[in-house]
T-cell receptor, first 113, second 110 residues
């Protein structure tokens, strides 16, 4: 039981390049989330998927797209990376009711040059 | 978006001391959460609070949901070296949109 896994762990991109961050959970959770964490700041929600087949914008969605591929997987895509997207990205999942805990992955550290 | 302010930003304490930190919001929440993050890892939930005025403990940790629903407090008693990390508060009303505080970095000196 691996919980929430994220790939890659580290990535360096040049401005304008695209890439997809992968997230998978093996806990049969309904809801999945993507956050970014910048130095000195808390986590900010980019997108979430309350259930398979649905996605919604969070606090900072501009410049990102997401795909809920199936119940297990939720990917985050940067179509044209910008230096402002340099950050640590965390995926999380949750069973789905109000009182459920969010479980976080280990993060992907992305640098855009 | 919602603004959650945590204080203090950082704390350096001696092992065995008690720790207090708080979190204030510009809006009300119906759920408050406290997380701990260690270097290179994602946050881990410590305590969840669901009712204004609620006081909940988890071992040496105690958290309170403020009466105004705009604040929350976390206390750690008799700190130990493994308490080192960054502590985040978070609030939600929908159970999907979570707003995180800026974090309190805790260093425990043996």
């Amino acid at each position: 039981n691996a919980g929430v896994t994220q790939t890659p762990k580290f990535q360096v991109l040049k401005t304008g390049q695209s890439m997809t961050l992968q997230c998978a959970q093996d806990m049969n959770h309904n809801s999945m989330y993507w956050y970014r964490q910048d130095p000195g700041m808390g986590l900010r929600l980019i997108y979430y998927s309350a259930s398979e087949g649905t996605t919604d914008k969070g606090e900072v969605p501009n410049g990102y797209n997401v795909s809920r591929l199936n119940k297990r997987e939720f990917s985050l895509r940067l179509e044209s990376a910008a230096p402002s997207q340099t950050s640590v990205y965390f995926c999380a999942s949750r069973r789905g009711s109000q009182t459920d805990t969010q479980y976080f992955g280990p993060g992907t550290r992305l640098t855009v040059l | 978006g919602q603004q959650l302010n945590q204080s203090p930003q950082s704390m350096f304490i001696q092992e065995g001391e008690d720790v207090s930190m708080n979190c204030t919001s510009s809006s009300i929440f119906n759920t408050w959460l406290w997380y701990k993050q260690e270097p290179g890892e994602g946050p881990v939930l410590l305590i969840a609070l669901y009712k204004a005025g609620e006081l909940t403990s988890n071992g040496r940790l105690t958290a309170q949901f403020g009466i105004t629903r705009k604040d929350s407090f976390l206390n750690i008693s008799a700190s130990i070296p493994s308490d080192v990390g960054i502590y985040f508060c978070a609030g939600t009303n929908t159970g999907n949109q979570f707003y995180f505080g800026t974090g309190t970095s805790l260093t425990v000196i043996p």
